[in-house]
């Protein structure tokens, strides 16, 4: 077959193959309430921890990526039908795979017509995909889901849309949780994806895993994509739980993927040790009733310990290895968290600092953000107001809830209780997570409830 192209094809209809014969089936099931609830329940939990395996394994017959999301979307159709009939699966990853690359080989068998017709969305005929070229790829980025990462992020795209269209397309990230990572509105987000994906058609851009040699040059994109991955799954955009635990685990898992495949990227190592040190919070950030609990609240021998001992010490080897990049910043300041005590003996100049130094390499609002809270406990909340009042003049900010939250605590310090109420209320208005919801309910009813009467 000749090499794939990322290019869209029509979805062609006809009859199925045999294999999709054998998962299909005939007759509509027929199925209590219970078992329906049990198969949405299983399909759900399928997407949330096999859609990325799924995609990676059929883009691999499909080479094309459109075509590949289609067939794989399909399979978790098909899979309504075919597990209320005959009863969810055993390995139900596996089952979506083959479903999924069964419908991407009867597509492609239906449009070598087209193929020929149109010579530009394929290689040149001499071109063999299972060449030693690829075997190469193969060995250099072991992993599925890294190899289809590190795909997404070719460098012929925008770095910013390189990491949009992985998170979306690859990691299943919504569109909205997408944007608001990127601090733009859900419908400029889609489009730029659907106009990178347009590009890719249009520059004829293969579906080729890049080479080892070829891995430094999108290396920043990919940690750039597995951070906000897990970004994501650490603060989840909406529903009731903080954390989407699946989206975390993924999150480390690929970055201890990628610290094994290139040891010699400090940044990698830098990546790694912020993830550790980060997810090791993750059993004291809510209360017994799921609500969200603030650092200086949390009770830190829940943190884990050894997640912890493991961070510090893959930061101290990147942090050793030459000038930090914005990752091992990061993983340093985490650290500094980690080894605190308690809120009162946390080295909270020295955190400072060290924002100075990645605000130097990543000047984004947010970092000027988290600076700014950084001074509030370092030099008081009067010292940090006044960054807040240039923050906020930042239209990228307008819609950031923390952003108000944060100037409603520091008001709430200062004894403003009404402009804090008003702060909370506009930063409850923008969050869609309910256990945020309730904290900033819970703040707003704290500086609301009128005073005792005086006896």
């Not at 590949?68 to 039908?81: G, H, K, N, P, T």
């Not at 809510?286 to 609990?293: A, C, M, N």
């Not at 021998?301 to 990061?330: C, D, H, K, M």
Request: hydrophobic share 45%; glycine share 6%.
């Amino acid at each position: 077959m000749p090499g794939p192209r990322w290019g869209r094809r029509g979805a062609s209809r006809g009859g199925p193959d045999d294999e999709s014969v054998l998962i299909t089936g005939g007759d509509e099931p027929t199925a209590s309430a219970e078992q329906a609830d049990a198969v949405v329940a299983a399909l759900a939990e399928a997407h949330r921890s096999e859609w990325t395996f799924v995609l990676s394994a059929t883009v691999r017959v499909a080479g094309d990526l459109d075509l590949a999301q289609e067939c794989a979307q399909e399979a978790y159709v098909r899979a309504l039908q075919a597990w209320t009939r005959d009863g969810i699966p055993a390995r139900p990853g596996a089952w979506l795979t083959i479903a999924a690359r069964n419908q991407a080989l009867d597509r492609l068998r239906r449009e070598v017509s087209l193929r020929r017709k149109l010579p530009l969305l394929v290689e040149p005929v001499g071109t063999d995909p299972h060449d030693a070229g690829e075997e190469e790829s193969d060995a250099a980025v072991p992993d599925d889901r890294l190899r289809l990462i590190f795909t997404c992020c070719h460098p012929a795209l925008a770095p910013e849309v390189r990491v949009a269209l992985t998170l979306r397309l690859v990691c299943g990230v919504p569109t909205s949780d997408v944007a608001r990572a990127f601090l733009v509105s859900e419908s400029t987000m889609a489009a730029r994806i659907t106009r990178a994906k347009k590009k890719i058609t249009a520059a004829r851009i293969p579906y080729r895993v890049p080479g080892r040699a070829e891995l430094p040059e999108r290396l920043d994109s990919v940690l750039t994509a597995v951070h906000l991955l897990f970004s994501t799954g650490h603060t989840a955009g909406e529903g009731d739980a903080l954390v989407r635990e699946d989206l975390c685990d993924r999150a480390v898992h690929l970055a201890r993927t990628l610290a094994a495949l290139l040891p010699e990227q400090v940044e990698v190592r830098g990546l790694l040790g912020l993830l550790l040190l980060t997810d090791a919070r993750r059993a004291a950030r809510t209360d017994e009733r799921g609500r969200l609990l603030l650092l200086a609240d949390q009770d830190r021998t829940r943190w884990n310990q050894r997640a912890i001992l493991e961070g510090l010490t893959v930061t101290a080897g990147a942090l050793a290895s030459g000038p930090p990049g914005r990752f091992t910043l990061q993983a340093a300041i985490a650290g500094v968290h980690a080894v605190a005590p308690s809120p009162e003996l946390t080295d909270w100049p020295r955190i400072v600092h060290l924002y100075d130094l990645l605000l130097a390499v990543w000047n984004t609002p947010v970092v000027a953000l988290n600076r700014a809270v950084a001074v509030a406990f370092a030099d008081g909340p009067a010292a940090a107001l006044p960054l807040l009042d240039e923050l906020a003049a930042d239209r990228r900010l307008a819609d950031y809830p923390y952003l108000h939250s944060t100037r409603a605590h520091l008001l709430q310090r200062l004894g403003d209780a009404t402009a804090a109420a008003r702060s909370y209320r506009r930063a409850r208005e923008l969050t869609a997570n309910a256990a945020e919801q309730a904290f900033l309910e819970d703040r707003l009813a704290e500086i609301c409830r009128p005073d005792p009467p005086i006896e």
